[in-house]
């Protein structure tokens, strides 16, 4: 074999391997490219998932202090009406005990007077104990009865 022979068949395979190359160097950059375009959706679906995310916890947070304010708005006059009855509470503690020292003065009216009454209060505890407070309300009694 001379070297002219050599040279034909080395141009001869550069030329037949050329299009493998050329197909395996295209398919790299394609592959390279794919990889870069799955990497780059990747990322804009988790940014997109994110910014959701944020959406609806934003909304939820949302719902919630709507659903906080009436709340808050209820607790405050519960409040309100809660100090309104113990002012009310207080001034009829008062009441009974100026009511309970009036009859305890005309109790001893009647003793010196040498009159026997016919009805004597009882002595009354007036804050129950934890147990004897009622969970349900109490039955509405006639006045005159």
């Not at 490219?33 to 997109?48: G, N, S």
Request: include cysteine; glycine fraction near 4%.
């Amino acid at each position: 074999m001379n070297w002219e022979t050599i040279i034909g068949l080395i141009i001869t395979g550069a030329f037949a391997a050329a299009p493998g190359t050329i197909a395996y160097l295209n398919g790299k950059k394609r592959e390279a490219a794919d990889v870069a375009k799955t990497t780059a959706d990747t990322k804009k679906t988790e940014t997109e998932g994110k910014r959701i995310s944020a959406d609806y916890a934003d909304q939820i947070a949302q719902t919630a202090m709507s659903l906080i304010a009436p709340f808050e708005a209820s607790i405050s006059l519960m409040e309100k009406r809660q100090d309104y009855m113990q002012q009310v509470t207080a001034r009829y503690e008062e009441y009974v005990e100026y009511l309970l020292e009036g009859i305890d003065s005309l109790l001893k009216q009647f003793k010196i007077a040498g009159v026997d009454p016919c009805w004597k209060p009882e002595k009354m505890i007036i804050v129950p104990k934890p147990h004897d407070i009622p969970t349900q309300p109490l039955p509405k009694k006639d006045i005159l009865s």
